[in-house]
């Protein structure tokens, strides 16, 4: 069995900045592209960005300039750098990764992490 347990998020006024950080473990034999999705109320859950095992990097319109995606293999684990945060980045934060355990790729979810932009 493998868990994504993410950590980092909280309340920050607009313009402030948060790191959100997703640690994989169990079971694991390689993990291949890992990302992160936001969900906001009422609304549903959206791609943030993306980062390969190689470290190449996506990311939504929305977010570009102001989010970095990255990635420390040795540790299993994504971060989240998030700079000029607005409200509308209010959501909960959610880690996704493909992961190779037992020589059959499955997708797991973490628990999500809340992030609250307001003043």
């Known amino acids: 069995q493998v868990q994504l347990v993410e950590s980092g998020g909280g309340l920050v006024q607009p313009g402030g900045s948060l790191r959100l950080s997703c640690a994989a473990s169990g079971s694991i034999f390689s993990i291949g592209n890992m990302a992160w999705y936001r969900q906001a109320p009422g609304k549903e859950r959206d791609l943030v960005a993306t980062i390969t095992n190689f470290g190449g990097t996506n990311y939504d319109d929305s977010v570009k300039g102001r989010f970095t995606i990255s990635r420390d293999n040795a540790k299993s684990t994504i971060y989240l750098q998030m700079q000029s945060l607005e409200p509308e980045d209010t959501a909960v934060y959610y880690c996704?990764?493909?992961?190779?355990?037992?020589?059959?790729?499955?997708?797991?979810w973490g628990q999500g992490t809340q992030v609250t932009v307001s003043s």
């Open positions: 996704n990764a493909r992961v190779n355990s037992d020589y059959t790729w499955v997708t797991y």
